[in-house]
């Protein structure tokens, strides 16, 4: 019997194209643009300057604030300039830009490809090397590591969730990592574990990643308190709360922290940086990214260092094909269009999703028939319609009763909205409306 | 038969004149007193319920005149000061005059001055759009053109410019009430006096990158030069962050900053046409009359 969230849900045509292709290595970009603020929380502080020299995983940046992550720099060379450059919304944000010369690397970091096995470093050593490796969650939230690894003293954590679901459609850079550095991943398993003081440990996989399923159930028998659960393929299964709620049967209440009901989850992808930077020193400088599309000559999974330009990304992968609508950053179903492919890569970002202009079309606005199916596949249970309406109304402050904080933005409305409303569009507006409403109410 | 009627016009009288004594006993119970005066100031009130003084409704401006102190600090935009006078007569206090003030959009970025550089497929919201990227325009502080302004305006005194593609304030119906303020999510509309004869000049732009970045993106707007800043005599001009800004109190309408702005971001309203030199063809095209 596999494990899955009880409500809601759809089942997007899978199209994971890359499944099967081996993570390459992308050549070093001649300039990388490494924006400050790549996670969630106070954007780092810039600590070089122009003309300076830095090298391979050299902090750049510092952690500002508890919830802030330290940058670093993903190659070697001189530093162009720190200014204000625009983003992958078009929003101009400091950015450091690093013209590459060479390869060098800081002397401290591990380059060998050897597995180390032992763990010596204590919980607040590894929490340390965690926080200044500059890790956050690389499932596309960026939320930084270290934080979610200090939950409130109230709390205590129980089981440590990994999410190696990826139930999003395209994407397959979590299922590469499984399938090829399956022992760096347990070993980070283990590292969490002792950093969290929790004694169990369980991957959640779609079951659509049957050989990931495979190899890390065989190499899990060799490590204590590791199992796999293999969760059906259903959209969004790699939602947090859906997630834990699948592997534990306990429900996060509204509002809440998921550590109230004992569980921490961190992505895959996350668990391998936690490795690398624990064991190998290394800070996050490089992710696996997917580089996909119907019409792209040759979509892959590749290894590129944090910075490097989307367009340096789609050359490799065969060029941006005539026919493109739009290139997405992430999945088709939570990621977000680019304005320009003359962007960089940042720590959250997953894929890159090539959609044609016949795919890439938002089919106009239908009256609401009340078929109900937006109510129907609400993971958290909310009735989006309904918010919609309200939100189009600016009754904002009616939907913060309606539960619109609950809502996860997985975007299951608008896929299964057969009147092609912009639910979810509505609904981001009014959260963001109501968190105004929320902090102006705390100020008074 | 005629004792029916009797008896129904007892019974339905007594049971008249018990609720009576009832609601009348109750009335006197339960009676709140209210400030009479409340009454009477929200008569003078314009009863737009516009939200304008910052309170929810006429009733709560009545009543916040009515408790206040100081009348110049309550101000209702709608009515002006012709309105204001009359609540403090009634108050029996005193008031002073205020400049009256009108909306003024504070971009320039007519299709033909700003490239598009991508395409919205999306919601038509203004707030969703700048929640979600920075515009279809290489100008990320510019309007985005959707007419949320429009919509939020409760005296039809705004419209969208079907050429310009850009919201237009009605001088003569706009109360200054500042809802389309409120709602711009580029926060290009400000609050101006109107000035002598309704004549005022104002840097039409908000972009604040620097000069190339900005002449790039588009092409009326303003580079931060300062050649305005050189030009005027009475320091009523401030830079900062690539970007002019005219105070309103301090300008006396002396037009010379106009006639330098080499992007002709800076507007000039309600003068008359100049006498214009075969070598100020552009500045013609500025003395447009808004509204």
């Known amino acids: 019997m596999l494990k899955t969230f009880p409500k809601g849900g759809i089942h997007p045509p899978e199209n994971k194209i890359t499944a099967d292709k081996e993570t390459v290595t992308l050549p070093i970009p001649k300039q990388v643009i490494i924006p400050v603020s790549q996670h969630i929380g106070a954007p780092a502080k810039v600590i070089v300057k122009k003309n300076d020299k830095v090298k391979t995983g050299q902090m750049i940046a510092q952690s500002n604030g508890f919830v802030s992550a330290c940058i670093h720099s993903s190659v070697s060379g001189t530093v162009f300039k720190v200014d204000n450059i625009p983003d992958a919304g078009g929003y101009k944000r400091l950015a450091v830009v690093i013209n590459v010369e060479g390869d060098e690397w800081l002397d401290n970091i591990d380059r060998s490809e050897d597995i180390i096995k032992e763990i010596n470093s204590d919980k607040n050593e590894i929490l340390k090397k965690i926080q200044d490796a500059g890790v956050v969650g690389l499932g596309g939230a960026t939320f930084p590591t270290h934080v979610k690894l200090l939950p409130p003293k109230s709390m205590k954590p129980e089981v440590l969730i990994i999410n190696g679901a990826e139930c999003e459609p395209y994407l397959t850079a979590d299922h590469r990592l499984m399938l090829e550095k399956s022992e760096e991943l347990l070993i980070g398993i283990k590292i969490l574990m002792k950093a969290l003081s929790v004694n169990k440990a369980v991957i959640g996989i779609e079951n659509n990643k049957s050989d990931a399923i495979n190899k890390l159930e065989t190499l899990s028998e060799n490590y204590d308190n590791i199992s796999v659960a293999a969760l059906k393929t259903k959209y969004p299964q790699g939602g947090e709360k859906q997630l834990i709620k699948a592997v534990t049967g306990k429900e996060v209440p509204s509002g809440e922290l998921p550590v109230k009901v004992g569980a921490v989850v961190q992505n895959v992808g996350t668990v391998f940086a936690v490795y690398e930077a624990v064991q190998k020193n290394k800070p996050l400088i490089d992710r696996i990214v997917t580089v996909t599309g119907k019409y792209l000559s040759n979509p892959g999974n590749f290894k590129v260092r944090i910075g490097t330009s989307v367009k340096e990304l789609i050359n490799t992968a065969g060029g941006l094909p005539e026919n493109t609508g739009k290139i997405i950053s992430g999945g088709p179903m939570m990621g977000r269009a680019l304005i320009t492919d003359n962007t960089g890569i940042t720590k959250g970002t997953s894929g890159i999703l090539i959609l044609s202009e016949q795919e890439s079309k938002r089919r106009s606005l239908k009256p609401c028939i009340r078929c109900a199916k937006c109510v129907e596949v609400c993971p958290m249970g909310l009735e989006p319609f309904f918010l919609m309406a309200l939100s189009r109304k600016t009754l904002f402050e009616k939907t913060e009763n309606e539960g619109i904080f609950d809502c996860i933005e997985c975007g299951s409305c608008s896929y299964i909205c057969p009147s092609d409303r912009p639910l979810l569009d509505f609904i981001r507006l009014s959260k963001k409306e109501v968190a105004l409403i929320r902090k102006a109410k705390r100020i008074k | ?291």
């Open chain 2, 1 to 291: 038969m005629n004792d029916v009627i009797t008896a129904t016009i007892i019974t339905v009288s007594s049971v008249g004149l018990a609720a009576a004594v009832i609601l009348y006993w109750a009335s006197q119970k339960f009676k709140v007193f209210e400030d009479p005066r409340i009454d009477d100031v929200e008569k003078e009130l314009p009863a737009a319920n516009c939200g304008g003084c910052g309170l929810p409704g006429c009733r709560n401006f009545a009543e916040a005149c009515v408790k206040t102190d100081n009348l110049d600090d309550m101000f209702c935009p709608v009515g002006g000061n012709e309105t204001m006078a009359k609540v403090a007569k009634v108050l029996g206090r005193e008031v002073h005059e205020k400049d009256k003030q009108v909306a003024v959009v504070k971009c320039n970025g007519a299709p033909q001055f700003r490239k598009k550089i991508n395409e919205y497929d999306g919601v038509k919201n203004c707030t969703i759009v700048a929640n979600f990227y920075s515009g279809d325009t290489a100008c990320q502080y510019g309007c985005l053109g959707f007419g949320e302004c429009v919509d939020a305006c409760n005296f039809d005194a705004m419209f969208m410019d079907p050429h310009t593609g850009l919201p237009v304030v009605l001088e003569n119906k706009c109360t200054a009430c500042g809802a389309c303020v409120e709602v711009c999510p580029k926060d290009i509309i400000e609050l101006r006096p109107t000035g002598k004869k309704s004549r005022r000049i104002f840097v039409s732009c908000v972009n604040q990158d620097r000069g190339g970045t900005a002449k790039k993106a588009c092409s009326v707007a303003c580079t931060g030069c300062s050649l305005c800043l050189k030009e005027c005599k009475y320091d009523a001009i401030k830079i900062e962050n690539f970007l002019s800004y005219i105070d309103p109190h301090k300008c006396v309408l002396c037009r010379k900053c106009v006639s330098v702005c080499p992007t002709d971001a800076i507007w000039e309203v309600n003068f008359p046409a100049r006498k214009l030199k075969p070598e100020e063809n552009s500045v013609k095209l500025k003395t447009i009359k808004r509204g």
